[in-house]
């Protein structure tokens, strides 16, 4: 028997449930994913003080981020939030009522509107539907009074 396999033996949260399982702080496994578990655990410590997110530090180790968020979860290791880098920015949105009403009655729609101004037409979409702005009335509107 190796050394590693006496060390594991020894850790206080691991119980044998026959032949064939152990558990480990509380989940039951194989003998061999406690012995991962039981390697990783200083891996994942420093990772998570190195101040990385948990898919990167799952990159790093070789896994995916489910396989890490559970290993995490069986440890008992506390993996601080990571602010996110691609939150976006929030749109100003000063003018856009006047800017849809001009469109609309010039009988543009919101696809022609958002790729004059680069903003995604769904935007618009919702800034009108909030704001509960008519766009088909205004449309039909803007054409009669031509």
């Known amino acids: 028997m190796s050394d590693l396999y006496d060390t594991i033996i020894s850790d206080p949260c691991l119980v044998f449930q026959g032949r064939s399982a ?14 991962r578990l039981k390697e990783l655990r200083p891996h994942v410590i420093e990772l998570s003080k190195k101040g990385l997110s948990i898919r990167q530090g799952a990159e790093k180790l070789g896994y995916s ?8 979860k069986i440890m008992g290791v506390v993996w601080p939030k990571v602010r996110q880098n691609g939150a976006r920015p929030k749109l100003d949105k000063t003018g856009w009522w006047e800017l849809i009403h001009k469109a609309a009655k010039e009988g543009e729609t919101l696809e022609t509107l958002g790729q004059k101004v680069g903003i995604h037409p769904m935007n618009f979409h919702r800034y009108c539907k909030t704001h ?4 088909k009335h205004i449309r039909t509107y803007g054409k009669a009074n031509r």
């Open 22 to 35: 152990v558990m480990y702080r509380g989940h039951k496994m194989l003998p061999s994913t406690a012995h």
């Open 65 to 72: 981020k489910a396989a890490m968020v559970n290993f995490i």
């Open 132 to 135: 509960r702005i008519d766009w």
